[in-house]
Nanobody
Framework: QVQLVESGGGLVQPGGSLRLSCAAS????????MGWYRQAPGKQRELVAV???????NYGDSVKDRFTISRDNGKNTVSLQMNNLKPEDTAVYFCYAQSLGYSYWGQGTQVTVSS
């Protein structure tokens, strides 16, 4: 069982930046992948960014060149740096991890981009 706790959401103006962090309950190098998904009201959950244990990354098309995923093995955290935020980035952001064929989710953190 992997427990994930997100932090760092909030309200930001268009063009601003936020950094999300996700703390895992076990060594993240043992996880096949970790990353972030988001879900806006009335929409399906979609990929934001994922990083494998080998360091490969995959980004959703709408966030490429604006968002960057990174990890800190020593702190067992994965972070998402979000720059040039747009109103359409407003959503609940969920931390995600995959291990031994199982998927785990955090409770989600709200990101609101509005002037």
């Amino acid at each position: 069982q992997v427990q994930l706790v997100e932090s760092g959401g909030g309200l930001v103006q268009p063009g601003g930046s936020l950094r999300l962090s996700c703390a895992a309950s076990q060594k993240i190098f043992s996880l096949a992948s970790m990353g972030w998904y988001r879900q806006a009201p009335g929409k399906q959950r979609e990929l934001v960014a994922v990083m494998t244990s080998g360091g490969s990354t995959n980004y959703g098309d709408s966030v490429k060149d604006r968002f960057t995923i990174s990890r800190d093995n020593g702190k067992n955290t994965v972070s998402l740096q979000m720059n040039n935020l747009k109103p359409e980035d407003t959503a609940v952001y969920f931390c995600y991890a995959q291990s031994l064929g199982y998927s785990y989710w955090g409770q989600g953190t709200q990101v609101t981009v509005s002037s």
